[in-house]
């Protein structure tokens, strides 16, 4: 593995998911080149400048959207208080 600092996790998290996310992005919209053998192509060009454009996205947005969704979510309550009953 490489020695990455557990704190640069969020970092890693955005790199892997705008690569992943892109590369299935523009595999998608490349497809109408797969039947005249240039899909390879197409597709590297699109997921690099995809992902180029992507990554500083998906990182500075990542604070606001992990905001939003606690904002839109609730606390689960703890297991055993729906079990027990009040005192």
Partial sequence: ???IPR???HFV???IQSGLTSSIAAAVAS???????SFLHHWITSWLIAWATML???LFAAPLIRAM???LTREDPPLFAKV???R
């Fill in 1 to 3: 593995m490489l020695p």
């Fill in 7 to 9: 704190r640069h996790a």
């Fill in 13 to 15: 998290f955005g790199v």
């Fill in 31 to 37: 497809g109408s080149f797969f039947g005249d053998g």
């Fill in 56 to 58: 500083p996205l998906v």
């Fill in 69 to 71: 969704a606690v904002a």
């Fill in 84 to 86: 027990l009953p009040d």
